[in-house]
């Protein structure tokens, strides 16, 4: 773990020195013309097979390294005396009110819209867990089978309790666990998941306009938080052999 606490700050330290870019954001899956990302300067770490974007250079790469640091001293401290069963129950909890199981009646457009981007990753994650989540335009939500919590939890137990303090720190900025499994298994880019989680309030803003103060750091902002929030997933999930090679005389 406390390499994991090094190798974020290592990654930090490199950030601020690193000179700006920019890329463009990708949606998907199966991306929607109707629906395009916007563009924005990120910052990348890479982890593995996944690159995080951390966010526009300025504010939000201080932001980064806050989050970071903070999930790392919650962490040790545990402040709120969890154990390991509550933060996977907790984190599974948000399977009730998950952002992409609750669809709407109209306009018919958007209806479409949460078919088209939403539809794929409930598929994915049914097939990739083989369970039931499925969706309802009820405000009570769908009905989640007690089996698949069971599953989820039985999944979720395989991390330990650095990775799950990030793992819920990522649900609750997506507010969504399926968004959450497509980011952490690398279905899904972090650019990916929050498009999907704003898809209606996306929607809206290309269809009434964007208030560029107001949206655009929203969007920037919730981006760093999750890149953040998944970097340190994967940081803590990783294990590391050390192998001593014996001098001989």
């Known amino acids: 773990m406390w390499r994991s606490c090094l190798r974020l700050w290592d990654e930090g330290r490199r950030l601020l020195n690193r000179p700006r870019g920019g890329l463009i954001a990708s949606v998907g899956p199966g991306p929607n013309p109707r629906l395009q990302a ?74 479409e819209l949460q078919k088209n981007e939403w539809d794929p990753v409930i598929e994915w994650a049914e097939k990739r867990y083989g369970v039931e989540i499925g969706s309802s ?6 009905s989640i089978p007690a089996r698949t919590q069971e599953v989820l939890i039985s999944h979720l137990a395989s991390y330990n309790m650095w990775a799950l303090q990030g793992i819920e720190f990522v649900v609750t900025q997506l507010k969504s666990m399926v968004l959450t499994l497509g980011l952490i298994d690398l279905r899904l880019t972090v650019e990916q998941a ?38 340190f997933v994967h940081l803590c999930s990783e294990s590391t052999t050390v192998k001593h090679k014996l001098l001989r005389e």
Not at 44 to 52: D, E, L, N, R
């Open 194 to 231: 929050v498009l999907l989680s704003r898809l209606e309030e996306e929607y809206q803003i290309q269809k009434w306009g964007n208030i560029e103060w107001a949206h655009d750091y929203e969007l920037q902002e919730l981006r760093a938080r999750t890149a953040a929030g998944a970097l």
């Open 38 to 111: 916007r563009a924005y300067a990120p910052l990348t770490v890479s982890s593995g097979k996944q690159c995080f974007c951390l966010g526009p250079a300025g504010g939000d790469r201080a932001l980064c390294l806050l989050i970071q640091t903070t999930l790392c001293n919650t962490s040790l401290d545990n402040p709120t005396q969890r154990n390991k069963d509550q933060l996977i129950r907790a984190a599974v909890k948000f399977l009730d009110t998950d952002t992409i199981c609750y669809r709407v009646e109209e306009p018919e457009t958007l209806v």
């Open 137 to 142: 335009t009820s405000i009570m939500g769908p």
